[in-house]
């Protein structure tokens, strides 16, 4: 297994560009399977999690070639087979993403049904509700949900219990192929959900709402081919921005669209750092100051973003004062909190919130990754600690960073990848 060794204390500055978002590309791509013509998507990411999506397209007979100019074209018109095997399904949760569309365009859908995972139990009962309230049947049968409608689901009201992200992303694209009008309460609005849509109405699809908890859905017969750019990363630069927050230092992100990142880009502020943006791009320069303790509560977006806490613990954990990050969408996402105690980060968990008292340096030792975005928090420690930080299971980090070594390089850090 691959690992990351990271020589601490280097000035982490510099520019570096924002790679399309996984959790955009994931749906976007599921979307594919909605029509029978080509899709050319543009800024995918290479990522594990994409080749694992791509994979299982593939396996279910879609055609996928890369243009001369990098787009990715998706001919979903060859499909063979509507099954998600647990092969695939296993190693990323994202695959129920291609129930939805399955179900709406094919009638049918044989998806394996995710397992747990290190952040928490993870449920998808509100996924196979929206599909019921559509007008499938759905069976649990050998660890695989099998749904099925005769002829086309039909649209209704359905209202999320919970707001889920790809929760709501299956049941739209379910409900962009239903007869009649869907509506969509208590949806997600986070720019992943809002990007999916986008890229929906460029496929034919009548969306009203896009960006606001109820959406509107006008069912079509069929939708066509589109051309579609992923929108950028808002994670991966909230993730280089802690980098730089925590290391005194100056960075300027390219390819990002700062209008999604109000709620980071707050605490960063809050945290000393002076931000500028612009339309596609964003700087924050710390003029060398040790950044403040900031208090962060995670919630569905406008609000802060789970996939950013375990970022701005490691902030806490080398900042002035005492900060407290709550976690109120997953029920077990401290997991990083063990491996940055033992670098010397003074942190107690209490129920949902750990609490940090930051200290002036933390020390460098072999951790392990337990998570996608715990990984990214134990990197940024190893990019501020004394010594040479080893991260290993860095498995986790290859499914939602690009290049994430380079790009630190870029920056100034001194990093390396170990084969082992
Ligand atoms: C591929 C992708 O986009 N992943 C993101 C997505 O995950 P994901 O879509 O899986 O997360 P959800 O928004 O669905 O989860 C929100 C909460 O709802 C609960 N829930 C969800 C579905 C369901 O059927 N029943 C249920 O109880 C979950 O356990 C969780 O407590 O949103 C999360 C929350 O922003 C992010 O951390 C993930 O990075
Ligand atoms: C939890 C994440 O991803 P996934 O939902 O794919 O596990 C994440 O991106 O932080």
Same mark, same amino acid.
């Given at each position: 297994?691959?690992?990351?060794?990271? !020589?601490?204390?280097?000035?982490? $500055?510099?520019?570096?560009?924002?790679?399309?978002?996984?959790?955009?590309?994931?749906?976007?791509?599921?979307? &594919?399977?909605?029509?029978?013509?080509?899709?050319?998507?543009?800024?995918?990411?290479?990522?594990?999690?994409?080749?694992?999506?791509?994979?299982?397209?593939?396996?279910?007979?879609?055609?996928?070639?890369?243009?001369?100019?990098?787009?990715?074209?998706?001919?979903? =018109? !060859? #499909?063979?087979?509507?099954?998600?095997?647990?092969?695939?399904?296993?190693?990323?949760? %994202? $695959?129920?993403?291609?129930?939805?569309?399955?179900?709406?365009?094919?009638?049918?859908?044989?998806?394996?049904?995710? =397992?747990?995972?290190?952040?928490?139990?993870?449920?998808?009962?509100?996924?196979?509700?929206?599909?019921?309230?559509?007008?499938?049947?759905?069976?649990?049968?050998?660890?695989?949900?099998?749904?099925?409608?005769?002829?086309?689901?039909?649209?209704?009201?359905?209202?999320?219990? /919970?707001?889920?992200? /790809?929760?709501?992303?299956?049941?739209?694209?379910? %409900?962009?192929?239903?007869?009649?009008? /869907?509506?969509?309460?208590?949806?997600?609005? +986070?720019?992943?959900?809002?990007?999916?849509?986008?890229?929906?109405?460029?496929?034919?699809?009548?969306?009203?709402?896009?960006? &606001?908890? &109820?959406?509107?859905?006008?069912?079509?017969?069929?939708?066509?081919?589109?051309?579609?750019?992923?929108?950028?990363?808002?994670?991966? %630069?909230?993730?280089?921005?802690? %980098?730089?927050?925590?290391?005194?230092?100056?960075?300027?992100?390219?390819?990002?669209?700062?209008?999604?990142?109000? @709620?980071?880009?707050?605490?960063?502020?809050?945290?000393?750092? #002076?931000?500028?943006?612009?339309?596609? $791009?964003?700087?924050?320069?710390? +003029?060398?100051?040790?950044?403040?303790?900031?208090?962060?509560?995670?919630?569905?977006?406008?609000? *802060?973003? !789970?996939?950013?806490?375990?970022?701005? /613990?490691?902030?806490?954990?080398?900042?002035?004062?005492?900060? !407290?990050?709550?976690?109120?969408? *997953?029920?077990?996402? *401290?997991?990083?909190?063990?491996?940055?105690?033992?670098?010397?980060?003074?942190?107690?968990?209490?129920?949902?919130?750990?609490?940090?008292?930051?200290?002036?340096?933390?020390?460098?030792?072999?951790?392990? @990754?337990?998570?996608?975005?715990?990984?990214?928090?134990?990197?940024?420690?190893? #990019?501020?600690?004394?010594?040479?930080?080893?991260?290993?299971?860095?498995?986790?980090?290859?499914?939602?960073? +690009?290049?994430?070594?380079?790009?630190?390089?870029?920056?100034?850090?001194?990093?390396?990848?170990?084969?082992?």
């Amino acid at each position: 297994m691959d690992k990351l060794l990271i !020589t601490g204390g280097e000035p982490i $500055s510099g520019s570096i560009r924002i790679s399309g978002a996984k959790n955009a590309a994931l749906p976007i791509l599921a979307a &594919t399977l909605l029509t029978d013509e080509p899709v050319t998507l543009r800024n995918l990411p290479h990522l594990n999690d994409i080749t694992t999506m791509i994979e299982l397209l593939v396996c279910m007979g879609v055609e996928v070639l890369i243009n001369e100019d990098m787009g990715v074209q998706i001919n979903a =018109g !060859t #499909l063979k087979d509507c099954t998600a095997p647990y092969s695939l399904v296993k190693t990323m949760r %994202a $695959s129920i993403l291609v129930l939805g569309p399955l179900l709406a365009h094919y009638g049918e859908a044989n998806v394996s049904l995710p =397992g747990g995972c290190a952040i928490g139990s993870r449920p998808v009962d509100l996924h196979l509700r929206g599909m019921e309230a559509l007008g499938a049947t759905v069976a649990m049968e050998d660890g695989y949900i099998k749904a099925r409608v005769d002829g086309r689901l039909q649209g209704a009201k359905y209202f999320f219990d /919970t707001v889920s992200v /790809t929760g709501t992303e299956n049941v739209l694209m379910a %409900a962009v192929l239903a007869e009649g009008e /869907t509506v969509i309460e208590n949806a997600a609005r +986070e720019p992943e959900v809002v990007d999916l849509a986008n890229c929906l109405v460029a496929m034919g699809a009548q969306i009203e709402g896009i960006g &606001t908890d &109820t959406m509107v859905i006008q069912g079509v017969e069929k939708l066509h081919g589109c051309d579609h750019t992923v929108c950028p990363d808002r994670i991966e %630069a909230g993730t280089y921005l802690v %980098a730089g927050a925590i290391s005194g230092g100056r960075v300027k992100l390219k390819n990002v669209d700062p209008k999604t990142m109000e @709620a980071v880009l707050r605490k960063l502020q809050e945290a000393g750092a #002076l931000i500028e943006t612009d339309d596609n $791009s964003i700087t924050l320069d710390m +003029e060398g100051r040790r950044a403040k303790a900031v208090n962060v509560t995670t919630a569905p977006y406008p609000a *802060f973003p !789970t996939d950013m806490q375990a970022q701005f /613990t490691v902030l806490n954990a080398v900042a002035e004062g005492t900060g !407290t990050v709550e976690e109120t969408i *997953f029920e077990n996402r *401290f997991m990083h909190i063990q491996e940055l105690s033992r670098m010397g980060a003074d942190c107690t968990i209490k129920g949902n919130a750990v609490i940090i008292s930051g200290v002036e340096r933390l020390k460098a030792a072999p951790v392990m @990754a337990t998570d996608l975005r715990a990984s990214a928090s134990l990197v940024l420690a190893g #990019l501020v600690a004394e010594g040479e930080t080893m991260v290993d299971r860095i498995y986790h980090i290859d499914r939602g960073y +690009e290049c994430i070594e380079e790009k630190l390089q870029q920056l100034g850090a001194v990093i390396r990848r170990v084969a082992g």
